[in-house]
């Protein structure tokens, strides 16, 4: 090979034997061969042989062969080489494009070569070759695709690459919807940027064409079946696509500029402005009505992706019986967060997961270029901020944002490629922000250079206008009338001029959010029924009792199967596992919806639920829930990917949709939850006062002290109580199996909705005391509190509350030292504190001294909440010593301790 050789150049005498084995087998070779040899066999017999010979006889000549390497570098690199940074040059990134890059020279421009078949324009001089891909691939748009690895896609999209891209031409009518999106939105920006002088409102300036680009994705993806959109995004832009694309009346954002919204004390603390979501309908102008939602946010950059997933997927799953082409996930990215997010690769490797697929994802990047004020150089190490997309396979659409007509193209594109394909697609939209992080920030302290441009440049509908009138597409005056038509709307809007938006229809999951109703103080006073009909529990054990005929489980599984056997239908007691398979499939009897997700859940981290069974031969799974009778929901458990922050969110979303849906996330060990902190200091706690949404998302969280180190110990009990207030979630620590399957059933029987943390057992999973009656299912209750029944109040000198594990510690020495004197008490739910059932407890030892024991050191666990709460009662406080870490990694000394504090309770 000579020094031009390049990427996929060869010698000719492979071309020669790539050749042969496509004469007799043409899928013996890739399908770029097979197109390049169809082309080549075409020529021959239309042309014959042209001045440059074959190599060998019935071959490929070199200069073909290098004109072939030259479309396929231009569809590899050529988006280096795109024209998509409408504010400055692009950095030289090397993409070896030049003919002599290829053996080629400006001698070859005039030769005729079969290879131009290849994009569509048959055989043609090198000269119309080269403009032809640079036309298609140097222009407005960056093409990157040719990482995508299964043929069928790849072909598709390189069509619609080399053959749509050169013959798209909107409509005088779409180019003028176009310019009214590019003008709505650009005097929007301005509109408030004049009226409200000095306030945060994080504009869409340099950036506006997303607005005309949102309006086309939904459009086209109304055309091609989509029902109902939801849009996840940070703060950049979002009062112009509330006000732009969602329909909120200007009326209801001038109000909140003005301070005069009404506070719905009812729901609490509220968010800012620019956090909040929003719902509404739209007709399309092909006549298709949309339901769109915009999904709440933090300002913890693209936290909100895997919401907006999870809450699509439970429409998916309910409302459009598993047909996911009916909704469209937008999200919509940053640059730097996009890169720089972690939170997006664990949503991305999601998006093909049968536990977490919800058929493909928009993403759209603003491309702003900066990161708060950071140049990209210092943001990223890789060449893109959308890289990640190769993950997937996703294809890639840079496009400069000063052009919105190759916008509309690539979202067009990107709709028909996911709902076709059902995946992911990234369109990356270069463009600039007019102002700093906000509009009172400088962003000229970091970024001189570039924000000298910024302040001359002239905004995207300026742009476009100057455009359309040079090509005589429209009226010279059009911008201008709309223009001012639009100024004295929105003067119309500040004037309370009342809008008349379309009257939102709520769907059938919304009408059952509507029958529910805020929680008040006295419903946690007395539990609701939560018990079931033993024909319920004899139906479901004999489906988790029987195996379908011929299935072969593990030895392991035997024993499980006989255990569960002599525990429903023999002892008519269980453990922890069953009474929770128990609680799950009356609920799936009841039509209810059951979610259970996360790390080896199906079998579960210590190998105690086995929901799902394998076959030790042929590993087909069986689902026993699955298979309790005809016409049930089926009992929807996935083991996660190893994700907290991802899966915790997508589990929040999916339960933020579904009022009846029994939505579970279990932590492979509670201690990791701090992985997914920002969802429950963001989402999950505060989502009655801050989100005003109800939400019944259940985490399991195992702790507990049984010598296996800092981080397989402690679920941090102490910051969920931290964070409890009011009625803002349930937090328990359990010790019973019936206690347990009525936690599970209440959550969906309560007339309203609440998160509940439960710091899940371990070793209790097979202690032979951690057992319930079936009777308890049947009859019972949930107990708050679990009172002393043996021993007798007169003879009581020391009292001692505990939660959850260390209650069987205590009960096992008690029992060993034989102590009548000593009364134990277990406190089953901390919140919403059941103050009244602990001090009946109380008050039935007088004079007794009252002692809290727990595992966890002094500094955590539930101690400083019980001071919080308890502030008038005096007790004392067994426990280890305050720490840093929450627990020792030696076992001998963790046995120290938990006997050392085992005896100073009794002492």
């Not at 409408?86 to 030769?111: I, T, Y």
């Not at 019973?736 to 057992?761: D, E, I, K, W, Y």
């Not at 509350?801 to 260390?806: A, F, Q």
Request: hydrophobic fraction near 35%; charge should be neutral; aromatic fraction near 10%.
């Amino acid at each position: 090979m000579d020094k031009y050789s390049y990427i996929a150049n060869a010698h000719s005498s492979y071309i020669d034997e790539l050749y042969q084995s496509y004469k007799q087998d043409p899928e013996s070779v890739d399908i770029t061969w097979q197109k390049f040899f169809e082309g080549f066999e075409f020529s021959q017999s239309k042309y014959g042989e042209n001045g440059h010979a074959a190599a060998a006889s019935g071959g490929v000549s070199d200069k073909e062969i290098a004109v072939s390497n030259l479309i396929h570098a231009y569809r590899t690199r050529g988006h280096l080489k795109s024209k998509t940074n409408p504010v400055r040059e692009r950095k030289d990134r090397k993409a070896l494009l030049d003919l002599s890059d290829f053996g080629l020279s400006e001698a070859d421009l005039d030769v005729e070569f079969q290879s131009g078949a290849a994009i569509g324009i048959g055989k043609a001089t090198l000269r119309k070759i080269v403009e032809s891909l640079k036309q298609i691939y140097e222009g407005a748009v960056g093409f990157e695709y040719m990482y995508i690895r299964e043929p069928d896609i790849l072909e598709w999209y390189k069509k619609k690459v080399e053959f749509d891209a050169l013959n798209f031409n909107p409509s005088i009518d779409e180019k003028k919807r176009i310019l009214r999106k590019l003008n709505e939105a650009v005097v929007f920006e301005n509109f408030l940027h004049t009226k409200y002088v000095g306030q945060k409102r994080f504009s869409l300036e340099g950036g506006e064409t997303t607005i005309a680009a949102l309006d086309a994705i939904i459009n086209k993806g109304a055309e091609l079946g989509v029902q109902e959109v939801m849009i996840g995004m940070a703060h950049r832009g979002r009062l112009n696509v509330l006000a732009n694309i969602m329909g909120k009346t200007y009326e209801q954002i001038f109000n909140e500029f003005e301070g005069n919204a009404a506070t719905d004390q009812t729901m609490g603390d509220g968010d800012v402005k620019y956090h909040m979501g929003y719902s509404s309908q739209i007709v399309t102008p092909s006549g298709n009505t949309v339901d769109l939602r915009l999904a709440p946010n933090p300002s913890h950059l693209e936290a909100v992706d895997p919401l907006v997933e999870g809450f699509l997927r439970a429409k998916v799953d309910r409302e459009f019986k598993n047909d996911a082409t009916k909704v469209l996930p937008i999200l919509i990215h940053g640059d730097a967060a996009v890169a720089g997010q972690g939170i997006v690769y664990e949503v991305v490797q999601m998006s093909k997961l049968d536990g977490y697929t919800t058929g493909g994802t928009i993403h759209f990047v603003i491309n702003n270029q900066v990161g708060f004020t950071t140049d990209f150089d210092d943001a990223r190490s890789s060449i893109y901020c959308t890289d990640v997309a190769k993950v997937i396979d996703s294809p890639v659409l840079h496009v400069n944002g000063d052009q919105p007509e190759a916008v509309i193209f690539c979202v067009n594109l990107a709709v028909e490629f996911r709902q076709k394909f059902q995946r992911d697609v990234f369109i990356d939209m270069v463009c600039y922000r007019r102002h700093g992080h906000n509009e009172s920030d400088e962003p000229k302290f970091t970024q001189p250079s570039l924000y000298n441009i910024i302040s001359k440049h002239p905004n995207p509908r300026e742009v476009y206008n100057k455009h359309l009138i040079e090509r005589g597409d429209v009226d010279a005056q059009l911008a201008d009338k709309m223009d001012s038509e639009f100024r004295d709307l929105l003067q119309d809007r500040l004037n309370m001029v009342k809008q008349k938006p379309l009257p939102y229809q709520y769907s059938p999951m919304e009408k059952e959010w509507q029958e529910l109703r805020i929680s008040k103080p006295d419903d946690f006073e007395n539990p609701p029924k939560t018990s079931v009909d033993q024909k319920v529990i004899d139906k479901v054990g004999k489906a988790l009792t029987t195996i379908p005929k011929g299935f072969k489980p593990l030895k392991q599984i035997d024993k499980v199967l006989k255990q569960r056997t002599e525990m429903i239908f023999e002892d008519k007691s269980v453990n922890w596992a069953t009474a929770e398979l128990l609680a799950y499939g009356s609920l799936l009897l009841e039509k209810k919806i059951v979610r259970m997700t996360g790390q080896d859940v199906q079998r579960g981290t210590f190998s105690h639920r086995h929901s799902v069974l394998r076959d030790s031969v042929t590993n087909k799974p069986h689902n026993s829930l699955d298979h309790i009778e005809e016409g049930q929901e089926k009992f929807r458990i996935f083991n996660s990917l190893l994700s907290e922050f991802g899966v915790l969110g997508f589990e929040f979303g999916y339960a933020m949709a579904n009022p009846n849906a029994l939505v579970i996330w279990e932590a492979q060990f509670g201690d990791f939850a701090n992985g997914a902190q920002v969802m429950t200091d963001q989402f999950i706690v505060p989502s009655y006062t801050k989100w005003q949404r109800m939400n019944g998302l259940v985490l399991l969280l195992p702790h507990g002290y049984e010598g296996q180190g800092p981080e397989h110990s402690n679920a941090r009990p102490e910051r969920f109580l931290q964070m409890c207030s009011g009625n803002n979630m349930f937090f328990c620590n359990l010790t019973t199996p019936a206690n347990f399957f009525h936690m599970l059933r209440r959550q969906l029987v309560m007339p309203f909705r609440m998160p509940a943390v439960l710091m899940s057992p371990k070793s209790l999973f097979r202690h032979p005391l951690v057992m319930s009656p079936i009777s308890d299912l049947t009859d019972g209750s949930f107990q708050e509190v679990i009172g002393d029944t043996e021993v007798k109040a007169k003879d009581v000198k020391k009292l001692i509350l505990c939660t959850g594990k260390i209650y069987f510690d205590l009960l096992d020495e008690r029992q060993k030292s034989n102590r009548k004197d000593v009364a134990l008490v277990r406190v089953e739910q901390l919140h919403p504190f059941p103050r009244k059932k602990i001090l009946a407890e109380i008050n039935k030892y007088k004079g007794a001294k009252l002692v809290w024991a727990q595992e966890e050191p002094e500094n955590m666990g539930a101690w400083t909440f019980l001071l919080r709460m308890f502030p008038e009662v005096r007790m004392e406080l067994v426990s280890r010593k305050a720490a840093a870490s929450p627990a020792t990694g030696y076992y001998k000394l963790h046995n120290k301790e938990q006997e050392e504090i085992v005896q100073k309770a009794f002492a």
